[in-house]
Structure formats: structure tokens, C-alpha cells
């Protein structure tokens, strides 16, 4: 038991989550991107939304569903802005999985994956329970 909660205790050091309360405007991360292959469009999301490759979406392990995203292509400095709608990526070293729409946008298509920095534009409003 002790060990397991010293082992939790160095991956949040090292590998923190992003909460609710941490999820502001102006946060920023870089790193890789994604997208989501087309035999996904049309699959439930874990927003409950169906995925759509022509709309601006995109995948986060713990950003809270419904926040607001400006990614930009470090390579090339095209930007836009999603909408967090799905849990992942699950590929190792990925920060993001996009729609295929903003992975064109972005002209990341060819390569498939993209150096990238997203900063938070806007979270959801939390309802009181």
C-alpha cells in the first residue's frame, strides 16, 4: 500500500492532471498531434456528440469536454481553434487527436502527426448540483 501511494505520489510530480479548476484561459502545453482516422466518423464520442472529420474537434486526456482550444502548427504557424468532444489520445508522446478538418487546416494531413501548441480559450461553465 505505501509503496503504491509513494509511486502515485512521484507520477503526479512528474506527470500532472489537468483538472477542472486548472483548466483557465491562457493555459498552454506543446507537443505532438494527431488525427482521427476517417472509420471513426460517425462513432460516439465521450462528449455523447457522434464524431464528424468535417468539424473542428478535437481529443484530450483530462481537459474538461466542452473547452475551447487555439492550436497552432508550430512548423508551419497556421492556427485554429476546436472544441474538446473526446477522451485520448492514446498513442504514446500525444498531447491531441484532431479531426481530420483541423488536421487539414493545420496542413498536417501528409505527415499525420504535427508539432503543435494549444492554449486554452475557454472552459464550460460548471453547473451547481
Known sequence: MKKTLATAALLTLFFPVIS?????????QKGMASYYHDRFHGRKTASGQRYNR???TAAHKTLPLGTKLEVTNTR???SIVVQVNDRGPFAK???LDLSREAASE???L??????IEYRVVSSPARTSS
Do not use: E, I, K, P
Open 106 to 108: 493545420l496542413g498536417m
Open 93 to 95: 508522446g500525444r498531447v
Open 54 to 56: 468535417n468539424r473542428f
Open 110 to 115: 501528409s505527415r499525420g502527426v504535427a508539432r
Open 20 to 28: 477542472d479548476a486548472q483548466a483557465g484561459s491562457g493555459q498552454t
Open 76 to 78: 508551419n504557424g497556421r
